[in-house]
């Protein structure tokens, strides 16, 4: 059973930067794939991003490309979000997620979660 946790929500300003991290244990973290959600309120979650195991491959979604990277140490079983040029429309709760393979982009082969962090994007 695999446990994670995020952390490095906060409030930031628009066109800021901001970084989170994900500290995973309970499972071979290095064997699969991780990946980052947002919900904002009143919608739906959305998959933000994801890297595979070794994090040769990466997925984002568009609204982030180029603005968001994702990327993971394997040796301290963590993953992290870098999120550049913050825009308010990024304000959500953002929840670090784990796959069950080495490599997917389904956002439903996401199946352990953290509880989430707040990102509040000010204008």
């Known amino acids: 059973q695999a446990q994670l946790v995020e952390s490095g929500g906060g409030l930031v300003q628009a066109g800021a930067s901001h970084g989170l991290s994900c500290l995973a244990s309970?499972?071979?973290?290095?064997?699969?794939?991780m990946g980052w959600f947002r919900q904002a309120p009143g919608k739906e979650r959305e998959f933000v991003a994801a890297i595979s195991r070794t994090g040769s491959t990466t997925y984002y979604t568009d609204s982030v490309k180029g603005r968001f990277t994702i990327s993971r140490d394997n040796a301290k079983n963590t993953v992290y979000l870098q999120m550049n040029s913050l825009r308010p429309e990024d304000t959500a709760v953002y929840y670090c997620?784990?796959?069950?393979?080495?490599?997917?982009?389904?956002?439903?082969?996401?199946?352990?979660w953290g509880q989430g962090t707040q990102v509040t994007v000010s204008s």
């Open positions: 309970g499972r071979t973290f290095r064997a699969y794939a």
């Open positions: 997620a784990s796959a069950d393979r080495p490599w997917t982009n389904r956002a439903r082969e996401y199946t352990y």
